[in-house]
Structures are given as C-alpha cells and as structure tokens.
C-alpha cells in the first residue's frame, strides 16, 4: 500500500511569488491535513480537508488556501509569498471514522528567497 | 486549549541505554495519542498510537504508557541505539470527528544516542 505522497521535495520561490504543493493520501483516506513546521518551531495546524470540503483551519492569513479534488488528493496554495513562509510543509492523511492514527508524506521543503 | 509538553528537549545518551521520554498535556480529554519520530528535514514516522482507553502500547523496543488522568505518556526506549538519533514528537488528537480529530503536537525531545 503506497503512503502519502508530496510533491516536490523541494521549491524554491522568491518573494511575492506563488508556490503550490501536492499530496496525495493513502487510498481509502478522506481527510487530509496539513501542517507547518518552521525552523526552530512546532508543528502548526494548517488546513484539514475532508470530502472535498476545507472544514478547519488554522490560525494563518488567508494567503494560505488549498482545495482538495474528488480523488481526495490536496493542493496547498501559498500566496504573496514571505520570507518567513519558509518551511517544511506537512501533508497527513487519516481514516477520520476508524481507530487509526495519522499517517505523514516526507514533506516538502519550500524556500522563500 | 490543549497545549502538550515535551521533557527533555534534548537527550543524549551512550549506546545501550535505556530511556524515557515524557509527554504531558493540559486537556485529558484525549481521544489518543501518536507518537512519531523524525529524522532531520525528513517527514514523521508513526512509532506507536495509544488509544484512549489503553494503558500502554508496544512494538519492539519501544514501549509508550498513558496516564490520562494525570496528562502524561511516556515513551521507553529499550537499549537504545545510534540509528535512535532523531526527534521524538508525540501528539494528542481531541476527538474521532470533526475539528477535534486534528492533532496537537508537542515540542519534541532530540536524541542522540552515541557510539
């Protein structure tokens, strides 16, 4: 059973530009998240969608968006890009309705120069 | 709000010792717990999920606890080794629905286990 996947691995963006990230979940998941992890900080909630629809977010300005398509893959969107943008993105992927836990990609690294 | 706590934040320890991790968290209405390991600029590994209503889990050397009642899970380490070098970040999911089944994590402990 393949994981989540991310794509890239690596994005490297100038300020004030456009970066788009992709996950895909593991076949079967619904719900994806995804999470913030900046140098020297914790894990932040980003976005969690679920059946197509965004039903939470976390608290980061709305130049964060994302969507996710009928084969429950996401696309985190990340505008007007900031020198502080520069993370690594996480995309998790869970059965919302069973007892399992959270399974993550390997994460994509972005850059803002 | 649920905030979770990690000691030590950093550890380190000769080859073949043995080690506890600690996790304590505010709000013991917890669903379950996940810890996860991560490697340097890597992704998380799931090590171990405990739900709820278990007090322990194992797999291998590994062996992590909850203490609902007092907010706390520890993760122990048994003869640990070089390749436990990462950080260990464990984290509380609210609820199985809705925006409480998001994840709250803590703040890691780095391990480095030396030759």
């Known amino acids: 059973e393949a994981g989540v996947t991310q794509s890239p691995t690596h994005l490297i963006k100038t300020r004030g530009q456009q970066a788009t990230l992709r996950c895909s979940p593991i076949?079967?998941?619904?719900?994806v998240y995804w999470y913030q992890q900046a140098l020297g900080l914790g894990l932040q909630f980003l976005l969690w969608y679920d059946e197509g629809e965004e039903r939470n977010r976390g608290n980061f300005p709305p130049r964060f968006s994302g969507r996710q398509f009928p084969n429950y893959s996401s696309e985190l969107n990340v505008n007007a890009l900031e020198l502080e943008d520069s993370a690594l993105y996480l995309c998790?992927?869970?059965?919302?309705?069973?007892?399992?836990?959270?399974?993550f990609g390997s994460g994509t690294r972005l850059t803002v120069v | 709000k649920q905030e979770v706590t990690q000691i030590p934040a950093a550890l380190s320890v000769p080859e073949g010792e043995n080690l506890v991790l600690n996790c304590s968290f505010t709000d013991s209405a917890i669903y379950n717990l996940q810890w996860f390991r991560q490697d340097p600029g890597k992704g998380l590994t799931s090590l171990l999920l405990?739900?709820?209503?278990?007090r322990e889990q194992t797999s291998g050397r590994l062996n992590a606890s909850l203490d609902k009642s007092s907010g706390r899970s520890t993760l122990y380490i048994a003869a640990s080794q070089p390749g436990d070098s990462a950080t260990y970040l464990c984290a509380v999911r609210r609820g199985n629905t809705g925006t409480a089944s998001k994840l709250t994590f803590g703040t890691g402990t780095r391990l480095q286990v030396t030759l």
């Open positions: 405990i739900q709820s209503s278990q």
């Open positions: 998790a992927s869970s059965l919302d309705r069973r007892l399992y836990g959270y399974t």
């Open positions: 076949s079967g998941h619904t719900s």
